[in-house]
């Protein structure tokens, strides 16, 4: 089988965040790391090889510094990896990004797509059903649990209730959450082995692509206003009153 895991370069979300002068995430000094969401995409995708054989490919859109990344998460334990990068895919949207990287696949004749549910930079949740409609097939989101029978797949697609049963044939696109596993940590031989994988390096136009301008932007913004205080309540006999007023007064209830 063979699987490509899509793993983006991310700022690190524990860390303050910017727009630079472009009004596009500052990323180049800012403390980027691995997609949490896609490390669970590379774990599937592992746990897979080591049952059904084939290899894992990691596929990457991102500036030159997104190359960290990519090692990081080939040390984890996927054999090679293709870096999509050109100066003039800086600022795209999702649909901008779609169209690469569904170029970039189209490559690799993958029979399995794995990525995360989400990018914690963007939260739109909407990559592998643009790459699904690209590529013509079938999109399983949301996976609490992948299962694979021969050419098919099945999943179980979490939801606010509990979750779905799904099934298509592959190929497919599948995102996948961070109930479906436990990400293993890069031990220091995949940390040496990695330096030495292969990495594709390609731009638009080894793709066949020509620039595209984005579909939506950022006009202006403004930083989070600092926090208010709170309302105090002292309970003198008619705190259940004053909660209630104050609930009430905020649409809360």
């Not at 500036?63 to 990068?85: C, F, Q, W, Y």
């Not at 002292?234 to 259940?240: H, L, P, S, Y």
């Amino acid at each position: 089988m063979n699987i490509v895991v899509l793993v983006k370069q991310v700022p690190d979300s524990g860390a303050a965040r910017t727009l630079g002068a472009d009004l596009t995430v500052e990323r180049a000094s800012a403390g980027n790391v691995i997609n949490e969401m896609d490390e669970y995409a590379i774990e599937e995708a592992l746990k897979l090889k080591e049952a059904y054989g084939g290899t894992v490919t990691v596929l990457t859109m991102g500036p030159a510094h997104a190359a960290e990344s990519i090692r990081k998460a080939l040390a984890m334990g996927p054999d090679e990896a293709v870096h999509v990068t050109d100066e003039a895919l800086a600022g795209s949207c999702a649909v901008n990004t779609s169209t690469v990287l569904a170029a970039a696949l189209r490559t690799v004749n993958a029979d399995l797509v794995l990525c995360g549910a989400e990018s914690t930079d963007g939260r739109v949740q909407v990559m592998p059903h643009m790459l699904a409609e690209r590529l013509g097939i079938a999109a399983l989101t949301g996976a609490r649990k992948l299962t694979v029978d021969g050419a098919r797949l099945t999943v179980e697609r979490q939801t606010d209730e509990g979750y779905e049963v799904v099934t298509a044939p592959t190929p497919a696109v599948v995102s996948v959450w961070d109930t479906i596993n436990e990400p293993r940590y890069p031990s220091f031989k995949g940390i040496m082995a990695a330096k030495k994988k292969p990495v594709r390096t390609v731009s638009i136009a080894d793709l066949g692509l020509t620039p595209e301008e984005p579909t939506s932007a950022v006009l202006e913004f403004s930083p989070r206003p600092p926090r208010s205080a709170g309302t105090k309540v002292v309970d003198d006999g008619a705190g259940g009153t004053q909660l209630a007023g104050y609930l009430a007064a905020g649409k809360f209830v």
